[in-house]
């Protein structure tokens, strides 16, 4: 997974990542910020103890995290046939791609500890 972090006078600290781990990168700069670095962290020492995944709800994106893996699964992934039966008349499909990535679990630690870093400014 390649990345690169970079500081943003409009938006502030961001991340640019690429297109396969795109929802990945939308996570970080969208629903965690610098503001909830801790609570990931937390999240991870927990899974560290933990034999079951456990799951970070987010707004947009949810993180279901395991000791083998980080995934990331946007909601839209899961709008019901329903909600998506009122486009059909618009020939309108949702683009599953960019909706859905993942990464295996010591990456992922790697990318936090690397962001809480870039975020305190070492």
């Not at 000791?67 to 486009?87: G, R, S, T, V």
């Not at 008349?89 to 500890?113: A, K, W």
Request: with cysteine.
């Amino acid at each position: 997974m390649e990345y690169q972090f970079i500081r943003d006078p409009m938006s502030g600290l961001r991340i640019k990542i690429s297109t396969e781990h795109a929802v990945i990168g939308r996570w970080l700069n969208e629903e965690i910020g610098k503001e909830k670095i801790a609570m990931v962290q937390a999240l991870i020492s927990a899974v560290k103890n933990s034999h079951e995944p456990l799951t970070l709800q987010g707004q947009e994106i949810d993180l279901i995290l395991s000791k083998d893996e980080a995934l990331f699964e946007a909601h839209a992934l899961h709008q019901d046939n329903e909600d998506l039966m009122a486009y059909q008349d618009d020939d309108l499909m949702l683009e599953e791609d960019g909706l859905s990535s993942g990464c295996g679990f010591e990456d992922f630690v790697d990318l936090i500890e690397s962001w809480h870093a870039f975020a305190q400014g070492r």
